[in-house]
């Protein structure tokens, strides 16, 4: 369990339909897909929006910020101190939004923490819109930050529990895609909206819209049977199953929820310093998961993701590296259906090791060509080369260290430890998205690293992410989430390949050499559940 009450856990019965096929998912099943959608916009909108004001003359100007330097001048310290702190408040507000929404979502119910949160950050765009000073977008950041953590988890719990099994995996694929989705979006509204001089509050504000629209939204949605059911509203949980289920699914539904409180009240029986046991070689998962989830800030994703427009306009226009990094964002957009359609074809570990090589490679690549071998500055056809390789860069972590980062911790913990140990490795997370959004700006400085020293950096991290890989990562494709202690537990070598996996389950454990259904891949491992904590049941 990633967010409260959210379980990937045993292959679950599903009631059929009398011709023997999947029953038909009723319509308001679809505000489930609408809700995930929707909180996934806002959080991409969040991550993409504000790099590209930096370099808006409105915004500059309202921020008593000088012009964009011209002729490799560089900014004053205090500006690059102020765009890091904008930039990464947010991530500060995710993590402090994520703690308390296990208690929101246990308490008012899923339905209602939905609610509140997209008030608190529909409040939050309200202040970033109407933000006349940098600590009034200090607030606005940091309070949105707190919106999209608790939304995150909540909106996730929520879809996760009104959705049948059959479509689960698609609305966590869903999920996946609008976050990236939202970030081109907002890449592409910066476009639009460079010009006109108070255009910058729409790049923060404008997925108030959306947060106001899920309020709306919301209102019309049932509440969750699962919770209901946690409370001892039982007969209002199955009424809501009868509108979200056929009536022939409605009892095993009822049996499967009481199945689960029960896997959530054993859950709720262990201890934070369980995971950090030798027994059941837990330390080993445990610092093998914040390893994994930390390293994949560390691979520099979110220096590009958050200021590709500043990095750009420090060789093309300030117009022309916006549209370079709407090319980037739409490349990462478009990357995510590669990752869907062939995470499973192989194996995590090579995925890892294959983006950790290709992103050293285009780092190296960007490096030199942006070090003083190269006139980059005054050279079209190396600039673009540049922005080339940052786009090969998205790739090769879009479908590797993004996506698997997440699956892998999600896939190594037992289930009983699971929800503890994916909110430790999801705010290790988050905790370095902060770091990287503040300290980014500073390396980047002439002074300190410069841009080349800044992709040296981040390359030298991709190589011991490549090693880390080769020596510490176990396969775990093809084990069902309830053989992976067989796979981790109890053995000196780790199997380091499909076959070794393999070897070391019992036959009767082995799975079918068939794809897992995309929930056990990415459910509940989604960056979507960014520093979701676990709810305690009946907390
Ligand atoms: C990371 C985010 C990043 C995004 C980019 C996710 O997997 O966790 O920090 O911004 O990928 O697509």
Avoid at 26 to 38: E, Q
Avoid at 272 to 299: C, E, H, P
């Amino acid at each position: 369990m990633v967010a409260g009450g959210v379980m990937t856990s045993a292959p679950r019965k599903q009631a059929l339909a009398p011709d023997g096929t999947h029953p038909p998912i009723k319509a308001l099943v679809c505000a489930a897909a609408a809700v995930s959608a929707i909180g996934g916009l806002i959080f991409g909108y969040d991550i993409g929006g504000s790099g590209g004001t930096f370099t808006m003359k409105g915004f500059r100007e309202q921020m008593d910020w000088p012009p964009v330097p011209t002729d490799g001048a560089e900014e004053p310290g205090f500006v690059t101190d102020e765009i890091g702190w904008i930039t990464s408040l947010f991530a500060l507000g995710a993590v402090a939004g994520s703690i308390p929404s296990g208690w929101f979502t246990d308490k008012i119910g899923r339905k209602y923490s939905i609610i509140l949160y997209s008030v608190v950050f529909t409040i939050a765009a309200v202040i970033m819109g109407c933000a006349n000073s940098v600590h009034m977008l200090y607030a606005g950041r940091f309070i949105g930050g707190i919106g999209v953590g608790g939304l995150s988890m909540a909106s996730t719990c929520y879809q996760s529990e009104i959705a049948p099994e059959s479509i689960r995996g698609l609305l966590v694929a869903l999920q996946q895609l609008s976050i990236t989705f939202g970030i081109f979006l907002a890449a592409l509204a910066n476009v639009g909206l460079k010009t006109w001089s108070e255009g910058w509050r729409f790049s923060y504000c404008g997925n108030g819209f959306l947060s106001f629209a899920l309020i709306i939204l919301m209102m019309f949605c049932p509440e969750s049977p699962r919770w209901l059911y946690k409370v001892g509203k039982v007969e209002q949980a199955r009424a809501v199953l009868h509108k979200v289920r056929q009536d022939y699914e409605v009892d095993m539904e009822m049996d499967l929820i009481a199945e689960q409180e029960k896997e959530a009240q054993l859950a709720a029986q262990h201890h934070w310093s369980d995971l950090f046991k030798a027994a059941n070689n837990m330390r080993y998962r445990t610092l093998v998961g914040i390893a994994i989830t930390s390293f994949q800030q560390l691979t520099g994703i979110n220096a590009i993701m958050y200021f590709a427009p500043v990095i750009f306009s420090d060789f093309l226009s300030t117009d022309m590296a916006l549209i370079a990094n709407l090319i980037l964002m739409f490349v990462n957009f478009i990357s995510t259906f590669i990752t869907i359609a062939c995470v499973d074809k192989y194996g995590r570990r090579s995925l890892l090791a294959y983006g950790a090589a290709g992103m050293t490679v285009t780092l190296l690549v960007v490096c030199l060509l942006s070090s003083d071998l190269a006139d980059y500055k005054n050279d079209a056809a190396v600039s673009w080369t540049i922005v080339g390789f940052c786009a090969l860069y998205v790739v090769n972590f879009a479908f590797s260290w993004g996506p698997v980062g997440w699956i892998v911790p999600a896939e190594i913990f037992p289930l009983d430890l699971r929800g503890k140990g994916m909110s430790l490795t999801t705010s290790a997370n988050w905790l370095w998205n902060f770091i990287i959004g503040k300290v980014t700006p500073e390396l980047l400085r002439q002074d300190r690293l410069d841009l080349w020293g800044t992709f040296l950096f981040f390359a030298a991290w991709c190589i011991i992410m490549f090693v880390f890989t080769m020596l510490y990562v176990p396969e775990t494709r093809l084990v069902a989430l309830e053989e992976i202690d067989n796979v981790v537990s109890g053995f000196r070598r780790l199997p380091l390949s499909t076959r070794a996996t393999k070897a070391r389950l019992a036959p009767e454990d082995q799975l079918p050499s068939r794809p897992r259904d995309i929930t056990d891949k990415l459910g509940d491992t989604s960056p979507y559940n960014a520093g979701s904590v676990e709810m305690a049941p009946g907390v």
